[in-house]
């Protein structure tokens, strides 16, 4: 096919080393970053044909690796209403990346033309971002030439968070339309989000200083600029680990992942009693808060307690607003602990579903909620508003001043929110916000529920493909009986629960576990980590047993 011309010249700068295999995961391709530079030219190709097939809209590509040790990286693709690419097209992303010489690839690349019947001849869109890995700008070159080897239209948006490329992409291609979302550029981001979140802590007593743990990352640069733009002692912040120079900090003993799955306060950090902390990850798509108590005991407040939050916080927006049938749902992940799913089921009598891991997956369910909160207890998540939700603000008639004072709130929190993704720097916005206008500390905050003792570990395996899951990740169909070893584990535990999974974005399995005690979970955790190594190829060394 003519129109892929250039692509075998470009392609060979950029050859795939041999026997080297990719696949489209969780978050889009990630593994090292010195390995990734054939797969991130052709992710350029391919942003350009998924531009084409949707009539020019602009696509995104993202060049990181989020949570992911610095030496990793790894490229997704973000689809026209700034959301995750549309799974179908990810055995294509997966097939094209695997493509074992140049004619393979262009055969690779018209099968993908004829099977979406794509019409070439309309001009690609593609915007693109990266994060502060080292390895960011040669792959950012080779994205590069992947585009003008389809002659995209390509624009770089240089180092910013992923959310914040979401939203650009959002901007972007409802500009002009009802739908318009915002200016895409960084300085309309940092006035939408803001704006919104002025608008409503305006008159409320001024909150103490939050302390931001930016994970060494992309988003230690932006929050600084967030608040300045902000320019108001509603957010004052003092940052940490906001080194973006030094080689080997990002996400080293930081960070949201590090704090989740240690619980425990990040390196550089001293907490003190009565202040408020937040971590971001490295791309600053998540976010999780926490304090120490008067004892110095540490408190995480998850991903599941900003969900709950703020449903809380909509649900008696809605009703303060007099808006009949506007129901708020919360997607959770087998990852929610225990405690929150009861809590929303039976305290605050909301509906709940289980998502597999993986914003995509908890999106999908989130929109099919008028209003759906969907948080993963590891801090990634956001609110959406399905457009009959949004028809009825619009059409509400309030009989009060205070009804009048909630729908301006649910606009304004609706403004305040990045709904094309879970964005750390507008979800930090948000939590401010409730906490602003509720007067709370993060003890009052975290003092809803009780969260059950859980823990997170990692096991490395020969082969991670060979688990495979059922029942929202929960129950294990394969390697064949691992299940049942693990079921006779967790029945020992009073409220136990276990589950295993492969990661979609680091080549590990692993191993979640709560249960009514500490030692309890513990013992458990590691007992079925024990297991997996066991039964399953463990490599390395097997998980430390529990002392
Ligand atoms: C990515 C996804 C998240 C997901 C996480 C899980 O996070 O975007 O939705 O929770 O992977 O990772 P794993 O499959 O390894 O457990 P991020 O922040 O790394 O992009």
């Known amino acids: 096919m003519a129109h892929f011309a250039k692509v075998a010249e470009l392609s060979a700068r950029h050859p795939k080393a041999d026997g080297a295999s990719?696949?489209?995961?969780?978050?889009?391709?990630?593994?090292?970053?010195?390995?990734?530079?054939?797969?991130?030219?052709?992710?350029?190709l391919l942003a350009a044909l998924r531009s084409q097939s949707k009539q020019g809209k602009t696509i995104g590509v993202m060049i990181t690796a989020s949570h992911n040790p610095e030496c990793d990286n790894g490229v997704k693709l973000v689809d026209p209403m700034g959301e995750m690419l549309q799974q179908s097209w990810e055995a294509h992303c997966t097939r094209i990346a695997n493509a074992a010489s140049a004619d393979e690839l262009v055969a690779a690349l018209a099968a993908v033309v004829e099977a979406e019947g794509i019409d070439v001849s309309v001009q690609a869109r593609v915007v693109y971002a990266r994060d502060t890995r080292p390895s960011g700008p040669l792959l950012q070159a080779a994205l590069e030439d992947g585009l003008a080897a389809?002659?995209?239209?390509?624009?770089?948006?240089?180092?910013?968070?992923?959310?914040?490329?979401?939203?650009?992409?959002?901007?972007?291609?409802?500009?002009?339309?009802?739908?318009?979302?915002?200016?895409?550029?960084?300085?309309?981001?940092?006035?939408?989000?803001?704006?919104?979140?002025?608008?409503?802590?305006?008159?409320r007593p001024l909150p103490a200083p939050l302390h931001i743990d930016a994970a060494n990352g992309v988003g230690g640069p932006e929050v600084r600029k967030l608040a300045a733009a902000a320019a108001s002692p509603y957010l004052r912040i003092e940052l940490h680990n906001d080194d973006t120079q030094t080689p080997g900090r990002l996400n080293k003993d930081c960070g949201a992942d590090y704090v989740k799955s240690n619980q425990r306060a990040p390196a550089g950090l001293d907490l003190e009693p009565g202040a408020r902390y937040c971590s971001f990850d490295g791309d600053?798509?998540?976010?999780?808060?926490?304090?120490?108590?008067?004892?110095?005991?540490?408190?995480?407040?998850?991903?599941?307690?900003?969900?709950?939050?703020?449903?809380?916080?909509?649900?008696?927006?809605?009703?303060?607003?007099?808006?009949?049938?506007?129901?708020?749902?919360?997607?959770?992940?087998?990852?929610?602990?225990?405690?929150?799913?009861?809590?929303?089921?039976?305290?605050?009598r909301l509906p709940t579903v289980f998502a597999k891991t993986g914003v995509?997956?908890?999106?999908?369910?989130?929109?099919?909620?008028?209003?759906?909160?969907?948080?993963?207890?590891n801090g990634h998540g956001t609110v959406l508003f399905n457009s009959a939700a949004v028809d009825k603000l619009r059409h509400a008639a309030p009989q009060s001043?205070?009804?009048?004072?909630?729908?301006?709130?649910?606009?304004?929190?609706?403004?305040?929110?990045?709904?094309?993704?879970?964005?750390?720097?507008?979800?930090?916005?948000?939590?401010?916000?409730?906490?602003?206008?509720?007067?709370?500390?993060?003890?009052?905050?975290?003092?809803?529920?009780?969260?059950?003792?859980?823990r997170l570990l990692k096991v490395v395996v020969h082969d991670r493909t060979q688990f495979k899951t059922t029942n929202a990740e929960q129950t294990l169909t394969a390697p064949p009986r691992l299940q049942d070893a693990i079921d006779t584990l967790v029945a020992k535990f009073p409220r136990g629960r276990a589950f295993?999974?492969?990661?979609?974005?680091?080549?590990?399995?692993?191993?979640?576990a709560e249960a009514a005690t500490r030692a309890d979970c513990d013992q458990l955790a590691y007992s079925v980590a024990g297991t997996v190594f066991d039964k399953a190829g463990g490599r390395g060394d097997r998980p430390a047993e529990f002392i």
């Open 22 to 44: 990719f696949e489209y995961g969780t978050a889009g391709f990630r593994t090292l970053g010195d390995t990734l530079e054939s797969t991130v030219f052709r992710v350029g």
């Open 500 to 512: 295993v999974r492969p990661s979609g974005t680091e080549d590990a399995v692993r191993v979640y």
């Open 401 to 454: 001043p205070a009804q009048e004072d909630a729908i301006r709130r649910l606009w304004a929190l609706r403004d305040l929110i990045n709904e094309s993704v879970g964005d750390a720097m507008s979800d930090m916005l948000l939590v401010e916000a409730i906490l602003i206008c509720k007067g709370w500390t993060p003890a009052q905050w975290d003092a809803a529920y009780t969260d059950l003792p859980s």
């Open 284 to 348: 600053a798509d998540r976010i999780v808060y926490y304090y120490v108590d008067e004892h110095r005991s540490f408190h995480l407040l998850d991903g599941d307690k900003i969900s709950t939050l703020v449903a809380t916080y909509l649900r008696d927006l809605v009703a303060a607003a007099g808006i009949e049938d506007l129901q708020v749902g919360v997607v959770q992940t087998a990852y929610a602990n225990g405690s929150s799913t009861s809590y929303i089921k039976d305290t605050l």
């Open 150 to 203: 389809l002659g995209a239209e390509a624009t770089s948006y240089g180092v910013v968070t992923t959310p914040q490329l979401h939203y650009f992409v959002r901007c972007l291609n409802t500009a002009g339309t009802p739908a318009a979302y915002g200016e895409p550029t960084e300085a309309g981001y940092r006035a939408k989000y803001t704006g919104a979140f002025l608008r409503l802590v305006d008159g």
């Open 360 to 377: 995509k997956h908890l999106h999908h369910e989130a929109e099919k909620m008028p209003i759906g909160v969907y948080f993963e207890a």
